[in-house]
């Protein structure tokens, strides 16, 4: 069973960098594709970043586009979400989720996701 397990969260300044890692174990193979998503407090889980399995193929949340970046490393059975320019407006807890040959189309979708870890919290304030 795959698990998988965020870190990187904090409290940032507006402006400022973040980078994000969500650790896999459990990971028998390179089929999967990762999903960062985040959930203010009120509002709906917003898919933010997919990832392809071999980490070919990405797609971003217009929100976020330019300033996020989403990567993996398969050898350390690691992805992350680098974090620029945040706004106050990313403050949220941020989940890394994964699913096997998902479709990127359909990646930021969060009922589509298979395993998810129990998030990290990014804080955006002055």
């Known amino acids: 069973q795959l698990q998988l397990v965020e870190s990187g969260g904090g409290l940032v300044q507006p402006g400022g960098s973040l980078r994000l890692s969500c650790a896999a174990s459990?990971?028998?193979?390179?089929?999967?594709?990762i999903g960062w998503f985040r959930q203010a407090p009120g509002k709906e889980r917003e898919g933010v970043s997919c990832i392809s399995s071999g980490g070919g193929d990405t797609n971003y949340a217009a929100s976020v586009k330019g300033r996020f970046s989403i990567s993996r490393d398969n050898a350390k059975n690691t992805v992350y979400l680098q974090m620029n320019s945040l706004k106050p407006e990313d403050t949220a807890v941020y989940y890394c989720?994964?699913?096997?040959?998902?479709?990127?189309?359909?990646?930021?979708?969060?009922?589509?996701?298979?395993?998810w870890g129990k998030g990290t919290l990014v804080t955006v304030s002055s």
């Open positions: 459990g990971f028998t193979s390179d089929d999967y594709s």
């Open positions: 989720a994964a699913a096997r040959f998902i479709p990127l189309l359909l990646c930021r979708t969060s009922s589509r996701m298979n395993h």
